[in-house]
């Protein structure tokens, strides 16, 4: 496992792996009974869903304090990101926001089984007060310029989003009537080559 988390240029801790290890063994077994991620990317898991959201972990900074995934689902990339940051960002807590209470449970279920710095919500995102956000993440989720709304609405001024898009993202772009009001980046995928990751932040007033 540490050789395909060194294909993102990513060295972990051997307790790192173990983890990553039991959260994968984990989302196996609740797979069976709750639709967590599709049975075809089960089978390639540690791609599909683990590097793809570990690659997020290079933005992380130690003045980050709160980090929220929305829609978090299976917990992708939220739960990723909090195992990699375990005993080295000890003031990251990440928050996940998941409406469908069955993937709460399972979200809970691997943080108390990892002892991660984790609080997860039961609710709809728009039902959620503002988190003052350092870092908002979301992955397969919706369209942009509900990301944005999101992202303006729980972010704080200095927050950065992490959005990760496949490659009708220039469209979701061009389609964003308020687009002037942030600054976009675009960073291609480490790991799918028509994937991105859309880097925001707020534009001063």
């Known amino acids: 496992m540490k050789e395909k988390l060194s294909l993102i240029n990513l060295d972990v801790s051997r307790e790192t792996i173990d983890n990553l290890n039991v959260y994968v063994d984990i ?3 609740w797979n069976t009974t709750i639709n ?3 049975k075809g ?4 898991v540690w791609k599909r869903h683990i590097l793809d959201s570990a690659q997020l972990f290079k933005f992380v ?4 304090e709160k980090w929220l995934d929305i829609g978090s689902g299976a917990g992708f990339p939220g739960l990723v990101i909090a195992i990699l940051a375990k005993g080295r960002f000890t003031n990251l807590q990440v928050t996940l926001i998941e409406s469908d209470k069955r ?3 399972f979200l809970n279920e691997v943080v108390r089984e990892l002892d991660l710095n984790v609080k997860t919500l039961s609710k709809r995102i728009e039902d959620c007060p503002p988190h003052d956000a350092d870092v908002i993440s979301a992955r397969a989720l919706t369209q ?7 992202f303006t609405f729980h972010g704080s001024f200095n927050c950065k989003g992490l959005f990760l898009k496949g490659k009708k993202i ?3 772009i061009e389609s964003v009537k308020n687009i002037d009001m942030f600054q976009i980046k675009l960073n291609a995928s480490d790991v799918d080559k028509t994937g991105y990751i859309i880097e925001v932040g707020k534009k001063e007033n």
């Open 36 to 38: 967590l991620v599709s």
């Open 61 to 64: 900074t130690h003045d980050m």
């Open 170 to 172: 220039k469209k979701e």
């Open 103 to 105: 993937k709460c449970v």
């Open 27 to 29: 989302l196996r077994k």
């Open 144 to 150: 942009l310029e509900n990301l944005l709304s999101y």
């Open 41 to 44: 990317s089960i089978t390639d």
